[in-house]
């Protein structure tokens, strides 16, 4: 296993049109998140997963995201009706079973995306 | 509202110098923090963490010194190497699953 992988590394789409990005974790760990990230920023928490549940939601996602992880192993994050404000790096990370906010976190490389 | 902030963009050191990164944070409930470098076009990477039972922890070159009264983390790079060259982002939770990050500062290397 080489790490977490993320597909599509790069979009572009049109504003209004919905995009789905894939998260594939390193295999053994249970948890997993999605994070955004603009130019100048820091990585800001979207949403986090144990297992197949959805258990963290950022209060400040709207309600065009959704993310899912079915089986408890890949997630899918995906965004309706694109806005310009839309475009980022989207990174999502894995951490093995541990106590919860002590664990350390690994990172894809992100899909980044421009909504034209 | 940022909770956790870097307040240099950036940072030059020579290199075999002694690179320090600060990291100022306001919420007291944290009690875990973490340092991670990303380079271009990559995910961050995990380097060093503390938590808030020490003040101090160190990995090879890397040593990261918490002062809870004054909110404050740093990250101390001895010797500086031209392939440190990153930019290092401070986190920081609170015993939940919500990571917060600091904005970034971009360490560069002179050789």
């Known amino acids: 296993d080489t790490g977490v992988s993320q597909d599509p590394r790069h979009k572009i789409t049109k504003r209004g049109q919905n995009v789905t990005f894939r998260c594939d974790p390193i295999?053994?760990?249970?948890?997993l998140y999605w994070y955004r990230q603009t130019l100048g920023q820091g990585p800001e928490f979207l949403t986090y997963?144990?297992?197949?549940?959805?258990?963290?939601k950022s209060r400040l996602l709207s309600d065009r995201f959704s993310a899912e992880r079915p089986k408890g192993s890949f997630s899918t994050l995906e965004i309706q009706r694109t806005e310009q404000g839309d475009s980022a790096m989207y990174l999502c990370a894995s951490s093995p079973p541990g106590l919860a906010g002590s664990e350390t976190q690994y990172f894809g490389p992100g899909t980044r995306l421009l909504v034209l | 509202d940022q909770q956790v902030k870097q307040n240099s963009p950036s940072l030059s050191v020579q290199e075999g110098r002694i690179s320090i990164l600060n990291c100022d944070y306001t919420?007291?409930?944290?009690?875990?923090f973490l340092w991670y470098k990303k380079y271009p076009a990559e995910g961050p990477t995990f380097l060093i963490s503390i938590s808030s039972i020490k003040d101090k922890n160190e990995d090879g070159r890397f040593t990261v010194f918490l002062n809870k009264s004054a909110k404050h983390l740093s990250l101390h790079i001895v010797p500086s190497q031209p392939g440190d060259s990153a930019v290092y982002f401070c986190a920081a939770s609170s015993g939940g699953n919500q990571f917060y990050f600091g904005t970034g500062t971009s360490l560069t290397v002179i050789p």
């Open positions: 295999s053994e760990h249970n948890r």
């Open positions: 919420n007291s409930m944290f009690d875990y």
């Open positions: 997963f144990q297992n197949e549940a959805q258990l963290e």
